[in-house]
């Protein structure tokens, strides 16, 4: 069983950063792939960034490729996203999740979800 917390949420202006972290508990995440996603109003949950267990393969969605970067420290059991440039486009709850096996894209096959941060960018 893993627990995943996020936070780091808030608003921001157009061009400004964040950086989101996620808290996981249980003595076998470091053998999780992990991911973050969002989810807009009105629309589905989408896949932004994944790594996977020893965080040697990293993926990102090409909306935010070059802009956010996925990180984790497997000794804290942390997961982090930094984002940056962000745009009024990125205003979404963020999630963080994790799963057993290759971090694909998938929401659905992800396993544990935390309850989501808000980050709201303004014009």
């Known amino acids: 069983q893993v627990q995943l917390v996020e936070s780091g949420g808030a608003l921001v202006q157009a061009g400004g950063s964040l950086r989101l972290s996620c808290a996981a508990s249980?003595?076998?995440?470091?053998?999780?792939?992990v991911g973050w996603f969002r989810q807009a109003p009105g629309k589905g949950r989408e896949s932004l960034a994944r790594?996977?267990?020893?965080?040697?393969?990293?993926y990102y969605s090409d909306s935010v490729k070059g802009r956010f970067t996925i990180s984790r420290d497997n000794a804290k059991n942390m997961v982090f996203l930094q984002m940056d440039g962000l745009n009024p486009g990125d205003t979404a709850v963020y999630y963080c999740?994790?799963?057993?096996?290759?971090?694909?894209?998938?929401?659905?096959?992800?396993?544990?979800w935390g309850q989501g941060t808000q980050v709201t960018v303004s014009s």
């Open positions: 999740a994790a799963r057993s096996g290759f971090p694909i894209s998938d929401a659905e096959r992800y396993d544990y």
């Open positions: 249980g003595r076998s995440f470091r053998s999780y792939s």
């Open positions: 790594m996977s267990p020893e965080g040697t393969g990293t």
